[in-house]
């Protein structure tokens, strides 16, 4: 038998180079173990209204026929999803989440001692794919809290494969506009792939927001994720989606699993496709909210980043943990950003009214006391 110690060596030699995501306590262990009735989640970019009822009606509808596998073609979600976008269902790839597809692309993309160019700071998941296919990652710090993309085309080496594009980006929540991707792909060798990941892209106001499915028809190196997880409210059903020229996505298709996407979550997609209400709530509700928050937080004398995402990157000048802890005492969970190396800053999902007001009390409670 082996020694425990011994086990690490059976593994993927970068294994234990890799930091776990943290997921956060679930909201009801924090109640518990602090005594509190209510406890506001404001730290995975959720959508607080919840998700459509039109995708609560599939779900019951489809709950009773969980004994049989789901479709793993995705045929009536991709169909639907084409016509959306006027693309065609061999453009499509669904996943479970997007995060799924990030792992399928640098499968497929990444070998061995190849490397994937990503914002620093920039989405986690990026960085955990890259060194699960032994590549290695090259981070270019932000510039401005944006990324700055000539700056990534400068990092390219003979060994680059991936380019990681967060648009918004997560956690500033800033992007990148058309004229700097223009630029960017104009001269981009074509055995680069480029991931723009469009978690967000629905609450974008920004109209130099670049239309990168139009990039489509002229590139043939680009993968365009999106998400049901963010606007949609389905978070917890996983499900989110790959745009990509037909050979790309043929290819991902040899490494995904045959039934990734679970039959509840096509279901309930495919309805939240059709409710047009719930998405023009919610972006009225963020839109509202940016600006109650942006204005209280001008009031207590604190910086923020501008969003065009549904969430804010806000800084505390003082180290974010201790008021992290001091707002999970109020109920508040939020997320701080040492995981980025932003000590002093908290990212805050935006909420409702009444969740934001909760906020704004509970900071200026603490502030107050320090
Ligand atoms: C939330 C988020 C996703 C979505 O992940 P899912 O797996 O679809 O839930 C992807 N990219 C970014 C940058 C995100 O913030």
Do not use: C, W
């Not at 995501?21 to 209204?49: C, D, F, H, M, W």
């Not at 001008?298 to 800084?315: D, E, G, H, R, V």
């Amino acid at each position: 038998m082996l020694r425990d110690n011994k086990l690490e060596l059976l593994a993927m030699p970068d294994i234990m180079k890799i930091k776990s995501y943290q997921p956060g306590k679930p909201i009801e262990e924090v109640k518990r173990e602090l005594g509190l009735k209510t406890v506001v989640k404001l730290a995975s970019n959720e959508n607080p209204l919840g998700p459509s009822n039109k995708a609560i009606e599939a779900i019951k509808k489809y709950a009773g026929k969980v004994n049989i596998y789901p479709d793993g073609g995705g045929y009536y979600l991709k169909k639907a999803l084409a016509d959306k976008l006027g693309l065609g269902e061999e453009e499509i790839i669904l996943g479970n989440g997007s995060d799924e597809i990030v792992s399928l692309v640098t499968r497929v993309f990444l070998q061995k001692g190849e490397e994937a160019i990503m914002g620093d700071p920039s989405f986690l998941m990026y960085k955990i794919d890259t060194q699960l296919s032994q590549a290695r990652i090259l981070p270019i710090p932000l510039n401005n809290f944006r990324l700055n993309l000539p700056a990534m085309a400068k990092a390219i080496t003979p060994k680059t494969k991936l380019i990681f594009i967060s648009n918004p980006n997560n956690p500033t929540g800033t992007i990148v506009e058309k004229k700097e991707v223009r630029n960017f792909l104009k001269d981009l060798s074509s055995q680069i792939i480029v991931i723009f990941d469009e978690a967000y892209f629905e609450y974008v106001e920004d109209e130099n927001y670049p239309q990168t499915i139009n990039l489509l028809n002229e590139k043939n190196n680009i993968v365009i994720l999106r998400t049901f997880s963010k606007i949609y409210g389905l978070a917890g059903l996983r499900i989110g989606y790959g745009i990509a020229r037909p050979q790309i996505i043929e290819m991902l298709n040899r490494a995904r699993p045959p039934f990734n996407v679970n039959s509840l979550a096509q279901a309930a997609a495919l309805a939240s496709l059709k409710d047009k209400y719930q998405i023009e709530r919610s972006k009225k509700l963020i839109k509202e909210e940016k600006e109650y928050l942006y204005s209280n937080l001008n009031k207590m004398k604190l910086s923020y980043i501008p969003t065009q995402a549904n969430f804010i990157l806000i800084k505390l000048g003082i180290k974010a943990s201790h008021v992290e802890k001091r707002l999970l005492q109020d109920g508040i969970i939020i997320r701080g950003m040492k995981a980025y190396n932003l000590t002093q800053y908290i990212r805050l999902t935006i909420g409702t009214r009444e969740q934001n007001e909760r906020f704004i009390r509970a900071l200026d409670k603490i502030f107050l006391s320090i």
